[in-house]
């Protein structure tokens, strides 16, 4: 007879004990899919999601002297600015002052960079002359 048997339990409950112990410390949390108002319910068939604690931005930024268009993406838009304006990333060093145009908030990284690589297509450009003028 095992230890588990002999305590009483189920033998699947000191295993999510123990995942539940591991994901604690972690630094994303893994949480149940639930439909909106319904924390604490039981999750569709036990199905997670990890959700990211960090957002990540795009943001469009125009040089005030050459009328020139940059597109990026960073987690701290703030900062981010201020690198530009103070000349410390390349390409827009020559081309200060910057101010903020547009800006999107996405749940991951890799949200962000198919958001910023569309933005720099012919699509994307167009899509910023229109919701920009």
């Keep these: 007879m095992s230890s588990v048997e002999r305590s009483g339990q189920a ?3 000191s295993a999510l004990a123990w995942k539940a112990r591991v994901l604690a410390r972690v630094p994303w949390v893994l949480r149940p899919c639930l439909p909106a108002g319904r924390e604490g319910a039981s999750a569709y068939g036990g199905k997670s999601q990890i959700v990211s604690i960090m957002s990540y931005y795009i ?3 125009e ?3 050459h009328k020139t268009r940059y597109v990026g993406s960073t987690d701290d838009i703030g900062k981010r600015l201020k690198e530009h304006n103070s000349g410390k990333c390349r ?3 020559g081309r200060k002052p910057w101010v903020l145009l547009h800006k999107e908030e996405l ?3 890799t949200d962000a960079i198919k958001r910023e690589n569309f933005l720099k297509s012919g699509q994307g450009r167009a899509f ?3 919701i920009l003028k």
């Design 11 to 13: 033998p699947w409950f």
């Design 63 to 65: 040089s005030v002297s």
């Design 59 to 61: 943001y469009v930024l």
């Design 91 to 93: 390409y827009t060093s």
């Design 128 to 130: 910023l002359d229109s």
């Design 107 to 109: 749940a991951t990284r």
